[in-house]
């Protein structure tokens, strides 16, 4: 029987920062339109939660009954390792799922932005299909494109639209530098997986750019957000506040660049997400002030 613990790995706790990260830099964009809302902005953190846990659990369940997680690098997975049962997993990816639905539908009731459920179905859509379903699109490549749109375009624009009805230029260029940001999370993961994912038809990104221009890419990902931050700065000056992360930066892009694999790039994983969580803060930050 699957402990706490083992849940909270299922959970991938490391990938939370991901979820809030384009929340709290979505709601700094309102204040600077001086239209944030406390409430709202909760609301919102909450559905990022729920839709980042369910699409763990969803990807757990969906690579564990596909045999994908058999053999694997990192700490095994409730399903693939046998922790808990397939359909106690796929229970948990759907509660969470429709969590994420109920505040979601809660948070444009209040916003009166009824256009995004629709936003929201194609949300829980794609967390579903990214590993399960006959076409699963993050075995295909796609996963990374599901990621920028999802976790960093909608996520980022959404919250700002439902306090503030309204986008500014810095909101888009936050939502693509953060959108980014959880692409190379996702791509340092499937870097550290290459090797099984090959063997077993998990075409990701990695697997079609190859081992060494997918770590190059990876660098490109952490890098350009901060160049778009920098160009907030002509709408804010203290904008420039993502620069204080520059050297976070060139530390885990020079790990990736360096080859390192494995469970080295566990540690890798864990900061890539903590860099988005300080994109998030230090840009939401100079976007409000």
Known sequence: MATLADWLEGARVRTLPAAVSPVILGTGAAAGL????????????????????????????????????????????????????????????LLSLGLGAVLGLALVAVS????????????????????????????????????????????????????????????????????????ALLMVNNIRDLPTDAQVGKHTLAVRLGDRPARVVYALMVWLPLALGVACSAVSPWALLVLLLAPWTFRVSRVVLSGAAGRDLIVVLRDTGLLELGYGVLLGVGLAL
């Open 34 to 93: 001086g239209q944030a809302s406390a409430g709202r902005a909760l609301l919102a953190g909450g559905v990022a939660l729920a839709l980042q846990i369910g699409v763990n659990f969803a990807n757990d369940y969906s690579d564990g009954v596909r045999g994908t997680d058999d053999v694997r690098t990192g700490p095994p997975r409730l399903t693939g390792g046998g922790k808990a049962s397939p359909a106690t997993v796929k229970r948990a990816a």
């Open 112 to 183: 009166g932005t009824w256009w995004l459920l629709a936003a929201g179905a194609v949300a829980i859509v794609a967390a579903w299909g990214y590993t399960g379903g006959s076409r699963p699109y993050g075995y295909m490549g796609l996963g990374e494109v599901g990621v920028f749109v999802f976790f960093g375009l909608l996520a980022t624009l959404g919250t700002t639209w439902t306090q503030a009805l309204q986008l500014s230029w810095p909101a888009w260029a936050g939502a693509v530098g953060i959108g980014l940001i959880a692409c």
